[in-house]
């Protein structure tokens, strides 16, 4: 902490828009999910006040019980509407989502398979679930098929993928997954987290493939382009019915505060109405991606607004964040056991030309520090865990700013 590279914890002060405050420091901020920039439009925000001014700061339950507001099951409605399935359940987060989803439907006789690159909240929805969990080669849809002619006969089969992949920015091979889930008798979800809001114009992943119809449920976040806090899933009547009956993670918690659910009900009536705001984001990542291009510099498997560029281990990672944010650039440092070392930079349709020419110009200074275009990704992250453990190697490590 003392060499002023520990990149976790800080405090942020002002709104979370294009730029942040940090000190007395103004950043442009490549760190955020905000992919739509609405989490400081003013529609937004005016949405959220008015609940607030209507229904107060809590709900103080569950929505099982006193906390379910007639605004829940409009949100549910219009995310139900949006995704042309039948009907919607609104979580108070996208990690209560997947939990209480796969915790639900999977039992100790079932199976769960779920991608090597899965969101953390599958992974713990699963292992909640006490069905056995089977990881397959991340978008291998051969060791998915596998995996599923090994499970035993008569044990539930529920694949579990995410649409986009947060830590790399690369899509799911939904075509094959599904047509593989298929073959075996298997239900697919679909966490769509960092796809609702960004491909096909907002409308996610699954539409991007036009396999809306063939994914049995999809999880959501309001994290991330809706600009509040919340989870969800989509699917059939029946099995949504089921899942507010059974998710323990909705029913034995408090319902998303009233100006979170208006808030995202806002947000999904402007990422509806303006489709402009997707095609942005992806504008933005692409101009950074061409611009890395030409400093030779890896942007991975990414095509969403989110740009991994990774770096040779943990020391040089958390040197790269402290020398960006010296140049006036916040990025998100990952380190192992999460992925194998990189900054995540993520795109906004809200940056302008401007703002993304300041981070190619930082980038630019770095280049030589990043991996290349034509290295492979070598990392070896139980190695970048000890390298942390080892500490003094950041005391000691030059500081260039
Ligand atoms: C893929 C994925 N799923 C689920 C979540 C959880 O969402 P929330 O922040 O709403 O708990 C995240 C957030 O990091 C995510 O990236």
Same mark, same amino acid.
């Given at each position: 902490?003392?060499?002023? +590279?520990?990149?976790?914890?800080?405090? /942020?002060?002002?709104?979370?828009?294009?730029?942040?405050?940090?000190?007395?420091?103004?950043?442009?901020?490549?760190?955020?999910?905000?992919?739509?920039?609405?989490?400081?439009?003013?529609?937004?925000?005016?949405?959220?006040?008015?609940?607030?001014?209507? $229904?107060?700061?809590?709900?103080?339950?569950? @929505?099982?019980?006193?906390?379910?507001?007639?605004?829940?099951?409009? +949100?549910?409605? !219009?995310?139900?509407?949006?995704?042309?399935?039948?009907? *919607?359940?609104?979580?108070?987060?996208?990690?209560?989502?997947?939990?209480?989803?796969?915790?639900?439907?999977?039992?100790?006789?079932?199976?769960v398979f779920a991608d090597s690159d899965a969101?953390?909240?599958?992974?713990? =929805?699963?292992?909640?679930?006490?069905?056995?969990l089977r990881r397959f080669r991340h978008n291998d849809a051969d060791a998915l098929g596998r995996r599923l &002619?090994a499970?035993?006969?008569?044990? =539930?089969?529920?694949v579990v993928v995410?649409?986009? $992949?947060?830590?790399?920015?690369?899509?799911?091979?939904?075509?094959?997954l599904? *047509?593989t889930?298929?073959?075996? =008798?298997?239900?697919?979800?679909?966490?769509?987290?960092?796809?609702?809001?960004?491909?096909?114009?907002?409308?996610?992943?699954?539409? $991007?493939?036009?396999?809306?119809?063939?994914?049995? /449920?999809?999880?959501?976040?309001?994290?991330?382009?809706? &600009?509040?806090?919340?989870?969800?899933?989509?699917?059939?009547?029946?099995?949504?019915?089921?899942?507010?009956?059974?998710?323990?993670?909705?029913?034995?918690?408090?319902?998303?505060?009233?100006?979170?659910?208006?808030? *995202?009900?806002?947000?999904?009536?402007?990422?509806?109405?303006?489709?402009?705001?997707?095609?942005?984001?992806?504008?933005?990542?692409?101009?950074?991606?061409?611009?890395?291009?030409?400093?030779?510099?890896?942007?991975?498997?990414?095509?969403?607004?989110?740009?991994?560029?990774?770096?040779?281990?943990?020391?040089?990672?958390?040197?790269?964040? @402290?020398?960006?944010?010296?140049?006036?650039? $916040?990025?998100?440092?990952? /380190?192992?056991?999460?992925?194998?070392?990189?900054?995540?930079?993520?795109?906004?349709?809200?940056?302008?030309?401007?703002?993304?020419?300041?981070?190619?110009?930082?980038?630019?200074?770095?280049?030589?520090?990043?991996?290349? *275009?034509?290295?492979?990704?070598?990392?070896? !992250?139980?190695?970048? /865990?000890?390298?942390?453990?080892? =500490?003094?190697?950041?005391?000691?490590?030059?500081?260039?700013?």
């Amino acid at each position: 902490m003392a060499a002023g +590279l520990y990149p976790y914890f800080l405090p /942020l002060t002002g709104h979370e828009g294009t730029t942040v405050t940090l000190g007395d420091q103004e950043l442009v901020m490549c760190g955020s999910n905000n992919y739509l920039g609405l989490t400081s439009d003013p529609r937004v925000k005016k949405a959220a006040a008015e609940a607030l001014d209507l $229904y107060g700061t809590s709900c103080t339950g569950s @929505r099982f019980l006193n906390g379910n507001l007639a605004l829940h099951d409009l +949100l549910e409605a !219009e995310l139900a509407d949006f995704y042309g399935k039948p009907a *919607a359940a609104v979580f108070s987060t996208g990690y209560q989502a997947n939990l209480g989803v796969i915790s639900a439907l999977a039992g100790r006789h079932d199976m769960v398979f779920a991608d090597s690159d899965a969101h953390a909240s599958i992974v713990d =929805g699963s292992v909640l679930s006490g069905a056995k969990l089977r990881r397959f080669r991340h978008n291998d849809a051969d060791a998915l098929g596998r995996r599923l &002619a090994a499970a035993p006969e008569g044990a =539930g089969r529920l694949v579990v993928v995410d649409g986009v $992949y947060s830590m790399e920015g690369d899509l799911c091979a939904l075509p094959e997954l599904v *047509a593989t889930s298929r073959r075996y =008798g298997a239900r697919i979800v679909v966490d769509d987290a960092h796809g609702l809001g960004v491909l096909d114009g907002g409308r996610g992943t699954t539409s $991007y493939f036009g396999l809306t119809d063939q994914v049995d /449920l999809i999880t959501v976040t309001f994290s991330k382009s809706l &600009a509040s806090l919340g989870g969800a899933v989509v699917g059939s009547e029946e099995v949504v019915h089921f899942l507010k009956h059974h998710a323990r993670s909705l029913i034995f918690s408090a319902s998303a505060t009233p100006a979170s659910a208006a808030a *995202a009900l806002a947000a999904l009536r402007i990422l509806r109405a303006e489709p402009w705001r997707a095609e942005r984001a992806q504008e933005n990542a692409d101009y950074i991606r061409r611009g890395l291009a030409r400093l030779g510099v890896s942007s991975g498997a990414s095509s969403t607004p989110v740009v991994p560029l990774r770096t040779r281990g943990v020391v040089e990672t958390l040197l790269l964040w @402290r020398r960006l944010v010296d140049r006036g650039v $916040y990025t998100n440092p990952v /380190l192992p056991p999460a992925a194998s070392p990189r900054l995540r930079l993520s795109f906004m349709a809200t940056h302008t030309t401007d703002h993304l020419d300041r981070v190619l110009e930082a980038l630019a200074a770095e280049a030589d520090m990043f991996l290349g *275009a034509d290295e492979p990704d070598g990392s070896d !992250e139980t190695a970048g /865990l000890a390298e942390l453990a080892a =500490g003094p190697a950041l005391a000691s490590a030059p500081h260039r700013s």
